[in-house]
């Protein structure tokens, strides 16, 4: 079965710094990979998602992820961190049809 | 705009009570799923359906039962609430098809508190 290991539990970065957000995965065939936020209080909404082709993946408020096949890793990546992104991160791998998630990186953003 | 909606935001219960918690979704999905949200572990699926009357055990089913009599609607039950059943419960629905890759669409949880 699919894992997904997210190594940070807590990030804090300054008001227009950049981040990333590191997700390592385990899966024996190509992955479907997943990055949703979860702010205070709320459920969970997606980021970005990846399936196929380009590497790459721009989603949403300037999100964007990496796919790194030799890596195993799809870090999510913003060059300019905003208050507002104060938030719990979550990464997921899905398999064939379950959905694994990280446990989660909290992000503190510093005025 | 897809919406999934939970019955309530905050729930307190007692040990031993018999606790339900619904989810509606208004867009169709076959597949609906019920999450327990835990600080440090993440989010662990409890119980799935990709149809009506059709259910899935996840990877903690102990001490939980669901109940899908409409496609729109998927009900968590907690036979007999007990203290470690206290979390934030999340519901999900994700696109027809049931693909592997399909993205789901969360509701905004239930927390539960079980004294």
């Known amino acids: 079965a699919q894992s997904v290991t997210q190594p940070d539990i807590h990030i804090t970065v300054s008001e227009g710094a950049s981040l990333e957000l590191r997700c390592n995965y385990s899966y024996g065939a190509t992955p479907y990979l997943f990055w949703y936020v979860q702010s205070p209080g709320q459920g969970l909404q997606l980021l970005l998602k990846?399936?196929?082709?380009?590497?790459l993946v721009q989603g949403i408020k300037g999100f964007e992820a990496e796919f790194k096949r030799s890596q195993s890793s799809f870090n999510l990546r913003k060059p300019s961190v905003h208050w507002s992104d104060a938030a719990e991160y979550f990464c997921a791998v899905q398999g064939n049809n379950d959905m694994r998630f990280g446990a989660g990186t909290r992000l503190t953003v510093k005025p | 705009d897809v919406k999934v909606t939970q019955s309530s935001r905050y729930l307190v219960k007692r040990t031993g009570e018999k606790v339900f918690l619904e989810c509606v979704q208004d867009m169709d999905h076959e597949n609906m799923f019920w999450y327990r949200q835990d600080p440090g572990l993440g989010l662990r699926l409890i119980y799935f359906s990709y149809d009506v009357k059709m259910k899935e055990k996840g990877d903690i089913p102990e001490g939980y039962s669901v109940s899908r009599e409409k496609k729109e609607r998927f009900s968590l039950i907690l036979e007999s609430a007990s203290t470690n059943q206290t979390s934030m419960y999340l519901c999900?629905?994700?696109?027809?098809?049931?693909?592997?890759?399909?993205?789901?669409?969360f509701g905004p949880g239930t927390r539960l508190t079980v004294l």
């Open positions: 999900a629905s994700s696109e027809p098809g049931g693909r592997a890759g399909d993205t789901q669409y």
């Open positions: 990846y399936f196929s082709g380009d590497t």
